[in-house]
Every structure is written in C-alpha cells, then in structure tokens.
C-alpha cells in the first residue's frame, strides 16, 4: 500500500475531528429517538378493584364499589408486552378509616413498571354514600299452610314468643322494616289441641342483620269446625206473669256449633226467653213495673248470640 494512500486515510479520519464527533453522536440521539418512538405502545386494559371493608360497624357502605376500571397505559413495547403477559394487581380501595365521599384513582393506587405512564382511568373515580347503623325490635310474623284434618280448622291467630326481634342495619332499611317474618308453620293433618313449634326466622333483607336466637316458638290452636245459622223474627217468650208485654217482641237468634249439630236443629227448638224472675226484677211485692231483661237462648252444645241482648218488659 502506497505512503500517498495511507496519509489519504489518516487525514480523512483525523481531519475536522470535532465536527466528525459531533455529528456521530446526533446520529446516534437521532436515530435512538426514532427507534424509540417506534417501540411506545398504547393499550387500554381492565384492572380489578379490591376493597377494604370499614373498620367498627356505627356506618355502612350502601353504594357498590365498582368491580373494575379501565386502565390506559403508554410505554415501551418490551414493557407493556411484559405488563400484558404478567398481568396487573389489583387496585385496592381502602375503606378502613374515616368514611370518604368520593376515592379518585391516583398513580400511586396502581403497580406499574416505572417506565409506563398512565393516560386514563376510567371511572377516574366513584362517590361514596354512607348511612348510620341503628337497633331497633321489630314485630315476628308468623304464617301457616296446609290443611288441618277434616272437620278442623285453626282457632285464631298464631302465637309468637317473642313477639319481637333485634334487628341492626342502616337507617333507612331498618326504619322502613315493618316485620321479620318467620318460615311457614305447616299445620297439615293437625287434630284439636294446642301445638307450640320452634320456627325459623327467614334472613332479613341485605345489610341487616338478626340480633339473638334464629327462631322462635309459635303455637297454633285446632278446634272443631263450626257453622253458622241465622234465625230471624223470632217471637220472645216472657217468663212471668201472663199479662206482661215485651218490646220489642222479635228478635234474630245466630246459632253456631258443629255442623252436625247445625243441620239437626230444628227452629222450633230456638226458644228467646226474658225471665223476670231469673233476672231479680219480678216478685209478689212488685206485681207491676217495667224493667230491662236480657234474652237468653238454651241449647245443648251450641252457642247463641241474640240481637237486640235484651228486651223491656213491662207487667
């Protein structure tokens, strides 16, 4: 290799050496810069949200957190292809103190690789609605179904003991609680008699809570079937002296009892009776006056009810 050649390289080498340097080092920025703008990635990606719960019970939460947020992120590709891959924790809201109205999703709330960048969340935050927890009884109601046995029937209401419950909840649902209703009571093939029970109460509406035991006793009474009868304008029979008047002279007479006993009656049976005697208001030194007397009705085994109760009788 000739000597001429040699000085050629070295000074195309050496030659201007500074601004040579300079413009290999914005080659490289450039074409860093370049590359780089080339390989950021934006992506949209959903991220579950985890709560932790209020401490103490005197509030309760009654909006829903919500369950995720979408989350867009910007950064390199090897990154976000690494963040796509390994998945994103959760966020976490945390609720144990104080009671905010309004959580804001923040940088810090989430974990990233340093060189991803949020652009987004969405919701980008949520409100919060807290009410007082208070105590307060209520009612038990109890139900039955089924069929007693033939000829039966349930006498009355059901009897509850207690009669009332503890319940704690928020304001709003524990004020507007008119009862806590207890399982069915199921009476079928029950004969006469008295028959106690112990009896669920069924699960309150959510965010209240049952205070105390998880049942009470209720007790349903079995009688024999009764039927009704009305006799109308019967005649009242004055027990006493023959020449006493009554007034008002008919009176309506209700019979009830079995329905056998019913369906052998015969009206002629259904005597109204107003005895002066009986009722302490006619003797020998009081032949004549006029007083109230009640009407009774005697029959075997069945009840009676008249209207009007009572008649004047005058003598």
């Known amino acids: 290799m000739s000597d001429a050649f040699l000085q050629w390289l070295r000074e195309a080498f050496t030659e201007n050496l500074p601004l040579k340097a300079m413009a290999l080092v914005f080659s ?80 810090e709330m989430f974990t990233l690789p340093r060189d991803v960048e949020i652009v987004l969340v969405d919701p980008p935050s949520f409100d919060l609605e807290w009410e007082d927890v208070v105590t307060r009884q209520v009612p038990l ?38 009862f806590a209703a207890l399982a069915p009571y199921v009476v079928t093939g029950l004969t006469e008699g008295s028959w106690a029970r112990r009896i669920a109460i069924l699960t309150p509406p959510q965010r209240v809570q049952l205070l105390g035991l998880p049942a009470a006793t209720v007790t349903v009474d079995v009688v024999r079937r009764k039927s009704d009868k ?39 049976q259904i005597v109204p009776r107003a005895d002066l005697a009986a009722a302490g208001f006619f003797d020998k030194d009081t032949p004549h006056g006029s007083a109230t007397v009640p009407v009774v009705v005697d029959l075997r085994a069945i009840e009676t009810q008249v209207q009007p109760p009572s008649v004047t009788v005058k003598w």
């Open 28 to 107: 490289l920025g450039f074409f860093g810069y370049v590359h780089g703008r080339e390989d950021v990635e934006q992506r949209t990606i959903p991220m579950s949200v985890i709560s932790l719960p209020p401490e103490g019970g005197d509030k309760e939460l009654m909006t829903r957190v919500p369950a995720s947020v979408h989350l867009t992120v910007r950064g390199p590709a090897r990154a976000m292809s690494t963040l796509i891959h390994e998945g994103v924790p959760p966020v976490e809201v945390d609720l144990r103190q104080g009671n905010p109205r309004r959580v804001e999703f923040k940088r």
């Open 230 to 268: 009305l006799y109308p304008g019967l005649e009242v029979q004055v027990i006493g002296p023959a020449y006493a008047t009554v007034l008002p002279r008919l009176v309506d007479v209700t019979v009830t009892g079995t329905p056998e006993a019913i369906s052998a009656l015969h009206e002629d």
């Open 141 to 178: 109601h109890a139900s039955i179904t089924g069929a007693v046995a033939e000829g039966r029937v349930v006498h009355g209401e059901p009897k509850v003991d207690p009669e009332k419950v503890t319940v704690r909840g928020p304001t709003t649902l524990v004020e507007t609680m008119q």
